[in-house]
């Protein structure tokens, strides 16, 4: 048999051939835009277009037997006191807290695993076994000589390990903890809202603590509207038409106003949160392994190896992962990587230029993986500088961001470095002044500058944010 001559003329074949390959190309190149479009659903990150990095819904209780946990967390609330306070209210909390923390001890050490399959459920582990260690270290009675370091019981340390590596999330309190996952309805049945929310967990009792973790919370909710900004951006399908441009300009005139929305949301925090109250009841129980700086005793984890690996700070605003996405699509250099003006100062310089990284690795991480998505996507930024009409609102947008971190600094200033020259007598009604002004003493004597709760040197790390924030501009100003 003639095979060739079975076979259509050269011309026919060769027009059958290429529409055969235009069409796998075609199928190709639109199985790619699914995929590309899936990798960029906020949803594959646990990102919800209503609630941002809040979950739509409290997150569910723990079922048997994890209801000993759920058990302790309430009993903990309000009730226990610090460990290094010695006041006439502390002490009659103190034997409640030996009770408890013996009752803890007794606790047998339970996996986490089966709570694997349904992520809420881990959430909700992770938060009350988190609350949990800090309840139960930081009520230990101390005095100022103690330099050893604090046992975490196995039955809290071995399921909250378990549970943070599932998660992607340090085995410690974090931001999610307190603030993202920290709450419920005011009227179930209707949407998650500034005004539908109320926190659960509180060391103190106080509504200073709650109003804090609110405004947390504001701040949060409001920056659903700069995850829509950045995911419209990076969708565009080109950003050189005239009618992107005109989107683009206009998305960053609205995030300069969202982002002088959540400064103001900040500065409303001094009215609803004293800066005694949270320096001395609050802040305390925030505190992690290595608030007291590198000397520190820092905690033990008993049942965990390789405990030098763990990340063991506090919760921080800088946990904030609206925050993290605002700075990584207005291309702010926290590394100083980049040259820019003005040039960074001796202060700058000796920042913390890796505290923005390690505090991702105190987010969840499906989040972290969002933000890991938004560093690599196309920078808007570059688009501004190559695109005049974008300029002024590329700065506008970055000029909001500058004077939130300033007001930022100002609020760290009244409510951390001063209170820390502050005694906890000051204020009113707080017995034992001569105690207390012992405590202070201690809290500040030999331990150098004034830290964050991670343990940062406080005031060259606000700076040094704040003008990496200001060398992202354009335009000198």
Known sequence: MDVFGLLPSPPLFFSHFFKLALSVLHSKVQVHRNLLAQRRSPTAYDISPHTGFFPPEPLPTLPLPFDIWEAALRDANGNLSLGEDDSDEALEKRPFGNEWRSRIDAFPVLSTECLHSDLRLAQRAHLVLAWLVSFYVHSIPSSPESEHPVQVPRNLAVPLMQVSRYLGLAPILTFADTVLWNWELIRPGRPLSPDNIRFVNTFSGTDDEKNFYHASAMAELRGVEILRIIDDFNNLPSVNDLTSISKVSRDLTKLAGVIADIEEIITSVRSTCDPHVFYWDIRPWFEGSDAKGPDGPGWVYEGVENQEDLDLSGPSAGQSSIMHALDIFLDIDHKLQQRRYPAPSPGNKRADHGFMDRMRRYMPGKHRDYLNLLSVSRSIREVAQSTPALRDPYDAAVLALKRLRDNHMRIACLYVVTMSRSIPSSRGGCPVAAMLERLHANRVAGNGP????????????????????????????
Not at 454 to 469: F, P, Q, V
Request: glycine fraction near 14%.
């Open 450 to 477: 004034v830290r964050g709760t991670g343990g940062n040197e406080l005031s060259l790390l606000l700076k040094a944010g704040r003008d990496a924030t200001r060398r992202a501009m354009l335009k000198s100003r």
